[in-house]
Nanobody, 126 residues
Framework: QVQLVESGGALVQPGGSLRLSCTAS????????VGWFRQTPGKEREGVSC????????YYTNSVKGRFTISRDNAKNTVYLQMTGLKPDDTAVYFC???????????????????WGQGTQVTVSS
């Protein structure tokens, strides 16, 4: 059974840091482009960052550039999202997802991501 499980979400103060993990089972994550998305109630899901399958090219939405870093640990079959300088606007449920194998180069739109985790809550508040 193919499954993605996110972890690492928490309540953190503004300016703090968190590392989210996306661990796969039933699939080898290094062969897939992986994206991180976030969603808050009443808003559309937003692409935050992604890493491509072939050349490890990464992309970030403008609001997180310089603060978030996406990376892979192939030995652990895991993709991380390191978040620093957190702001209240970063509060959301964060999801990871994998792109269909026909798309080795990732993008931040959620179309064609077809395997999703259950999400992990990140709350940035004092």
């Amino acid at each position: 059974q193919v499954q993605l499980v996110e972890s690492g979400g928490a309540l953190v103060q503004p300016g703090g840091s968190l590392r989210l993990s996306c661990t796969a089972s039933g699939m080898t994550l290094q062969y897939y482009a992986v994206g991180w998305f976030r969603q808050t109630p009443g808003k559309e899901r937003e692409g935050v960052s992604c890493v491509s399958a072939t050349d490890a090219t990464t992309y970030y939405t403008n609001s997180v550039k310089g603060r978030f870093t996406i990376s892979r640990d192939n030995a652990k079959n895991t993709v991380y999202l390191q978040m620093t300088g957190l702001k209240p606007d970063d509060t959301a449920v964060y999801f990871c997802a994998t792109l269909r194998p026909s798309f080795p180069r990732c993008f931040l739109g959620d179309q064609y991501y077809d395997t999703w985790g259950q999400g992990t809550q990140v709350t940035v508040s004092s």
